[in-house]
Every structure is written in C-alpha cells, then in structure tokens.
C-alpha cells in the first residue's frame, strides 16, 4: 500500500480539489492501492487559508467601478457567488475528502513541551525565523511519523511545497520524486528506524506521475521511438508562453533579500535540454512524463506595495512540471510547476544565512527596516540579536563574491537611515565584530557608513538603558 500524506499547500493549490492530479488519484486510487492521509490540522488550517483569500478576491471585485459600462449587476452576481463559496467551503471541503476516499487523521499525541523543545532547539521543521510560527508544520511532521509507525507494510510519502523547510536544498530538482528531506529530518527518521519508510515529495502533481510510472510503465525501446518523435520546438513554445511572466518568491530565484517577488521578463536561451523522468502510457494514444530543463533567463524583482522594478538579474533557471504527449510527438499538455535557482547560486548562501541567524524573513529588507526607522521605527533586540549573529557567523568566512554583492546592496540601500542611541550601538558592534572577517573593505565602509552618517534620535526613556540593550521592544506591521 501507498500512503500520501497532505500539506495545507497542496490543499490550497486545488481548494475543491479538481485538478488532474486529484482526478488520477480518484481514478486509479484502488488500482494503484493508494491510501490518501490528511492531518486534522492540514484540514483547519485550508478551511481558513482559502476563504481567507477568496475575501481578497471578493474585496477587489466589490470595489470595480463598473456602473458606467452597466456591468454592475454582473459583479454584484460575481461577488453574492464568492460569499456563497465563502460561506459553504468548510462543509464542501469535507464533503469532497470523503468523495475522494481521504482519511482525516487526529492530531499526534505529543505533549506541548516537546513540540516546545523542538522550537527551542530549531529543530526542522523549526528553522530559527523569528517571523514565522512553524507549529503547525511541526504537527504535520509528526503526523507523518505516526502515519510511517502505525503503518509499517505502508509506503508513506509526504507531500508538501514548502520544501525550504521541509528539504534539502543540493536536491537535483525541488520537483524530483523523490526528494531529499531535511537532513534533521533524515537523522530523525534513522533514529526511528523509519529511514526506508518515509519518502518525500514537493509537488503532487509529479508524485503521481511517478507512481503512473510504476502501475504503466513504458517498455525500453517503445520509449525510445515516442522520445524521437516528440516536437522539440513545440514544446520550446509552450515554455516560453508559460514562463514569460510567471511569478515566482525571490528566495526561490535567489534574488538578493532587497525583494519578494521574482518575475521572469525574457527567456535568452535558444537551444534548451530537456530531462524526462517517471514516463507513464497514459490511456489510448497518450504518455505522460515529469520534465526538468535548465534556461537562462531575465528576471526582475520586486517587492509587495511597491510598483516599481527594484532589480534585475541574469539567473539560470531550473523548470519543472508535467507533460503530456501523443504518441506521434504532439504536445497535448504543458504545465509549468516551479521555478528555482540550481543549489550552486551563490545568492543561496545569503538567504540560508539569513535563516540561520533567525533575521526576520520580510521579503523586503529596506521595506521592513529602513523605511521603518524613517519613520521612527526602533528595532526590536531579536532583530539586534539576529544583526549580531550575521557579523558572528560571517567572521573569518569566505562568501561568494555575488553574496557580498547582494549585502553591499543591502548596506547601501539601508544608508540614511534615522537610527535611535541603542540601535547605533548595537550595530556599531556589529562592525567592529565583523571587521576580522574575510569581507571587502567595501562591505565594511558601508556598514560603517550607515552607522556614522545616521542622525541619532534620542529617546529619554532610553537614557537609563545598559551598555547590553539593544533596542525597545516593538510590533512591527508585517
């Protein structure tokens, strides 16, 4: 038997869970003996996430002035609609798992204290951000682990795309099947002796490309003929209408942190080399096959609120999804899954750095913090703290050149700034601790520059602070 465990993500991806993916599952699920395992909090937490987000969508239609063109009545149908979705999702999303055949399991029995200690220790799924509450990913952890306990002549896969905190980022594809987990994750399956039972996957649209694969699989020299009859330049076609403007997080590009938002302008590659895996008979006529193929790409940056372009970059790019193809070559269907930088991106480095020292994951750095402190915004001491173990963790390390690069930029843009007493002296500290590292002077002058040419505000309920503050506490608007 196969058990696939469910993240919130995958839920969400499909809120009424129609897409292909769901609809093979459907279809082959006696075939392919799978059992389909949806946390109780995964269930809680789609319940809310979706009509969360289908209210933003109601909210900028019921503002659409469209009296004019006497479409009024037409969006007032629209909007009564989404209410309506709104309202009724809770029960439909039930009514649909049960359609589908899921089993809804109960939370894990595990105490506070230890979910506690994990937070504690940053254990993954606890990665040691100071702005993200991975509670409830730990749950769903543990769900999985119960699932693998309770089920031992199971094969358990866990689905998820948030593999920042669930993976391992020197895998080959985010979208491989499998891929690898976190090594803590890994250390702590071995430690159950569930090392051979748990497997991972980011994507479930190619995890059931791979279990297709197994039940249909596609003789050796029947493959051969159907890869040298597929339309190469067809296929070229529908990943430059795909991926021209696509969106993507900045993390996942390897942006520098200056920006959130990553979007492809301008595919330069002109020959492409595609990478088929789990190649699947799919009905009369038709195979299917997950894809992989590298390009380089135009992608600029950009940041919530804010319209302008703040960067853009040359960055080679990993594509992946699913395709579908007629036995004569013809692209019957096309769907791009992901975007990511390979794991060699040095701008990688910063991020994880960034992650590491538990620095605030706010998508824009200058947005989250100088801005702020414009406006008299004091920083609160974990962010001093996280400051100080970035200078910690820097000192004596060789970072790649595009890394500094990028924290260049960040000093650069932060210059200016009006900085409160203990704010300057925490980072002076910084400086004076970052000055043994192997960082260009340059760097330096810029750290150095927004902590002298900053104009002081001086707080008279701070004038009695120690020398070991380094700032008032504050609740930053996210």
């Given at each position: 038997m196969i058990a696939i465990v469910l993240d919130t993500n995958i839920l969400h991806k499909s809120p009424y869970l129609s897409r292909d993916e769901w609809v093979s599952l459907s279809t082959h699920k006696d075939e392919w003996k799978v059992r389909i395992l949806v946390p109780e909090v995964v269930v809680m937490e789609t319940t809310n996430t979706v009509?969360?987000?289908?209210?933003?969508?109601?909210?900028?239609?019921?503002?659409?002035?469209?009296?004019?063109?006497?479409?009024?009545?037409?969006?007032?149908?629209?909007?009564?609609?989404?209410?309506?979705?709104?309202?009724?999702?809770?029960?439909?999303?039930?009514?649909?798992?049960?359609?589908?055949?899921?089993e809804v399991l109960a939370d894990p029995e595990v105490s506070h204290t230890r979910v506690a200690e994990r937070a504690s220790k940053g254990i993954a799924p606890y990665q040691g951000k100071a702005t993200k509450d991975n509670y409830r990913d730990t749950l769903i952890w543990l769900s999985v682990i119960e699932a693998a306990q309770n089920n031992l002549d199971?094969?358990?896969?866990?689905?998820?795309?948030?593999?920042?905190?669930?993976?391992?980022?020197?895998?080959?594809?985010?979208?491989?099947?499998?891929?690898?987990?976190?090594?803590?994750?890994?250390?702590?399956?071995?430690?159950?002796?569930?090392?051979?039972?748990?497997?991972?996957?980011?994507?479930?649209?190619?995890?059931?490309?791979?279990?297709?694969?197994?039940?249909?699989?596609?003789?050796?020299?029947?493959?051969?003929?159907?890869?040298?009859?597929?339309?190469?330049?067809?296929?070229?076609?529908?990943l430059n209408e795909q991926v021209l403007w696509m969106t993507a997080p900045a993390r996942d590009v390897a942006l520098d942190p200056t920006v959130s938002i990553a979007v492809v302008s301008q595919v330069l590659s002109p020959t492409l080399e595609w990478m088929f895996s789990d190649e699947a008979k799919?009905?009369?006529?038709?195979?299917?096959?997950?894809?992989?193929?590298?390009?380089?790409?135009?992608?600029?940056?950009?940041?919530?609120?804010?319209?302008?372009?703040?960067?853009?970059?040359?960055?080679?790019?990993?594509?992946?999804?699913?395709?579908?193809?007629?036995?004569?070559?013809?692209?019957?269907?096309?769907?791009?899954?992901?975007?990511?930088?390979?794991?060699?991106?040095?701008?990688?480095?910063?991020?994880?750095?960034?992650?590491?020292?538990?620095?605030?994951?706010?998508?824009?750095?200058?947005?989250?913090?100088?801005?702020?402190?414009?406006?008299?915004?004091?920083?609160?001491?974990?962010?001093?703290?996280?400051?100080?173990?970035?200078?910690?963790?820097?000192?004596?390390?060789?970072?790649?050149?595009?890394?500094?690069?990028?924290?260049?930029?960040?000093?650069?843009?932060?210059?200016?700034?009006?900085?409160p007493a203990e704010t300057l002296k925490s980072m002076r500290r910084i400086v004076e601790q970052a000055s043994g590292a192997t960082l260009p002077a340059e760097t330096l002058k810029s750290m150095r520059r927004i902590t002298e040419a900053a104009v002081v505000q001086e707080d008279p309920d701070e004038k009695e602070s120690t020398e070991e503050d380094t700032g008032q506490e504050s609740s930053p608007e996210d």
């Open positions: 009509p969360r987000e289908w209210t933003k969508q109601k909210d900028i239609f019921s503002t659409a002035k469209v009296g004019v063109f006497g479409l009024q009545d037409d969006v007032d149908a629209i909007v009564r609609t989404i209410e309506a979705s709104i309202e009724s999702y809770g029960d439909t999303l039930k009514r649909r798992l049960s359609e589908l055949g899921a199971h094969e358990v896969w866990f689905v998820s795309e948030n593999h920042k905190d669930f993976g391992a980022l020197d895998a080959a594809a985010a979208d491989q099947v499998p891929r690898a987990l976190h090594k803590e994750l890994q250390k702590e399956l071995a430690s159950l002796g569930l090392e051979n039972k748990v497997k991972y996957a980011a994507n479930l649209a190619a995890l059931v490309q791979h279990i297709s694969s197994v039940y249909g699989p596609i003789e050796t020299e029947e493959l051969s003929r159907l890869m040298a009859a597929v339309d190469y330049d067809g296929l070229g076609r529908f799919n009905g009369e006529g038709e195979w299917t096959a997950n894809y992989v193929v590298v390009l380089e790409a135009v992608v600029a940056g950009y940041s919530p609120g804010v319209e302008e372009m703040r960067s853009v970059d040359n960055k080679v790019l990993r594509v992946s999804g699913t395709v579908t193809f007629t036995d004569d070559g013809t692209v019957e269907k096309f769907e791009v899954t992901r975007l990511e930088a390979p794991p060699e991106d040095p701008n990688h480095a910063l991020w994880s750095l960034l992650d590491q020292t538990g620095f605030p994951e706010l998508g824009n750095f200058r947005l989250a913090v100088t801005d702020r402190i414009r406006s008299g915004f004091t920083l609160p001491s974990g962010t001093m703290e996280a400051m100080r173990r970035i200078a910690d963790q820097a000192s004596g390390a060789t970072l790649p050149a595009e890394t500094l690069k990028s924290m260049r930029r960040i000093a650069d843009q932060a210059s200016g700034a009006t900085l």
